[in-house]
């Protein structure tokens, strides 16, 4: 890939997969095409299917590991109440969402270690401090192509993560290829399957799935897929992802004493949960009746958690409130696809998930009600504010001092590297990295000292 390190061109690419999906009937299993590997390599133990080695790989990685360091919402340790004893980092979402995404894969047919592999990898690629370092770092490297979760998720599945190394034919010398994932799962892992401007309507979207110097393994990971549309094993996952935040972030909330399930009467705190929702997880037209109705209809159900008080009858309520909720949101999703799709094996490009409009109104009211309550109390604002700091701090020190600072992967992709640009995408990958500690720390080692 011309500007940076890393291996750029297939040794030997395919050129029938787009005559292969093609002429796929529109329901299918699997086919060679999508158990095929960049890298065409042995199972070293034989009766193994391809994704059950794609979920293995994801789960022994140290890009998976280092998720339990890396802000989910609320930075682990920074409050002395019940938060510190269970916080839920982005290792817990993503077994979380794995565990969601598996059973509601399965029951439409889906491959279900493929759907795990790509639950599980989906937020690799976030680096430390969450969404909000993800803003700081995409500020950094608005010169060298952006910064966002999701390309940086590929970027580690296929050059990063130390799994498998091929010789490069251009130079002779050893390039690797990531985790080697099979095509399936790089595109089930896949969100937004486009790179930055790419997205037709909306060239404007800070959201984009891949880097410019990783389109060729995109591009192969693509091959006969519909231009911008997802595969269905990845609308699997994203849903996934929303119901297991959702749910479990109002939990987290509720646990903390944040949430106090009687505010959500009063009409002064329901308009200000809309104004959360609205243009953050629903169209900025959308009625706010329409979110009435949804929040009106949660609070109806017998299991709704009405108070919350901590004792373990509370807990157990709340724990059935939060099955209830996944339950809810899933078999909706389960039950519209079938009315659509009917019985058969649902996988790939033959058909879309279909989540009913309502049922994603409840799931964005649960989302604005952790935003209101949790995400933009006072306190939390002192604290990204700081983390802001850190990152761009720590950014800067690097660029003025590395090699110094790296670990010794970066370094010697740093010392290789051909240009400005592709040194100063050396520094973002090392620093989404990080975990949160651990930023912290080379910002105090680097950032502090004198030059």
């Not at 099979?182 to 309507?201: E, V």
């Not at 049922?359 to 949790?374: F, I, N, T």
Request: aromatic share 6%.
């Amino acid at each position: 890939m011309d500007g940076t390190y890393g291996i750029g061109t297939r040794q030997t690419p395919r050129t029938d997969g787009t005559a292969r999906a093609a002429a796929a009937p529109a329901l299918t299993p699997y086919s060679p095409a999508d158990t095929e590997r960049w890298d065409t390599e042995a199972d070293k133990r034989p009766g193994r299917t391809a994704f059950q080695r794609d979920r293995a790989r994801v789960l022994h990685s140290a890009a998976l590991r280092r998720l339990a360091g890396k802000t989910q919402v609320v930075t682990p340790g920074t409050r002395g109440d019940a938060w510190d004893a269970s916080p839920r980092t982005r290792l817990t979402h993503s077994l979380e969402c794995a565990q969601v995404g598996r059973e509601l894969g399965a029951t439409l047919g889906c491959d279900p270690d493929l759907v795990e592999a790509a639950c599980l990898s989906h937020d690799m690629g976030h680096p430390p401090f969450g969404h909000n370092g993800e803003q700081e770092l995409n500020d950094f490297a608005s010169d060298c192509g952006g910064f966002e979760g999701n390309a940086q998720s590929l970027r580690l599945l296929t050059r990063l993560e130390p799994k498998r190394f091929v010789r490069d034919p251009r130079t002779g010398d050893q390039a690797s290829v990531g985790l080697n994932l099979t095509r399936a799962a790089l595109d089930a892992a896949t969100k937004y399957p486009w790179p930055r401007g790419g997205r037709a309507d909306d060239p404007e979207s800070g959201k984009f799935g891949v880097y410019e110097d990783d389109l060729p393994v995109f591009s192969w990971a693509r091959e006969g897929a519909p231009a911008g549309r997802t595969c269905f094993e990845a609308q699997v996952m994203d849903w996934s992802d929303d119901v297991a935040y959702s749910v479990h972030d109002f939990e987290d909330g509720l646990h903390a004493g944040h949430i106090v399930p009687a505010l959500l009467h009063d009409p002064c705190e329901r308009e200000a949960v809309w104004g959360a929702a609205i243009g953050r997880y629903v169209p900025a037209d959308t009625d706010p009746e329409e979110l009435a109705d949804a929040l009106d209809r949660l609070t109806a159900q017998e299991w709704w958690p009405h108070a919350y008080d901590g004792s373990a009858v509370a807990q157990a309520r709340l724990k059935d409130a939060t099955s209830q909720l996944i339950g809810r949101f899933c078999q909706a999703a389960e039950t519209a696809t079938r009315e659509v799709h009917g019985p058969g094996r649902l996988t790939r490009y033959g058909a879309e998930l279909v989540v009913p409009r309502e049922v994603r109104a409840e799931c964005a009211v649960l989302k604005a009600v952790a935003v209101r309550y949790v995400m933009q109390r006072t306190e939390q604002e002192v604290i990204r504010a700081d983390q802001r700091v850190v990152i761009a701090e720590l950014a800067a020190a690097l660029t003025a001092r590395a090699p110094e600072g790296l670990e010794p992967q970066f370094r010697a992709l740093f010392e290789t590297a051909p240009d400005d640009r592709a040194r100063k995408r050396v520094l973002v990958d090392q620093i989404a990295a990080l975990t949160d500690a651990s930023a912290r720390s080379l910002h105090l080692f680097l950032a502090t000292r004198p030059a």
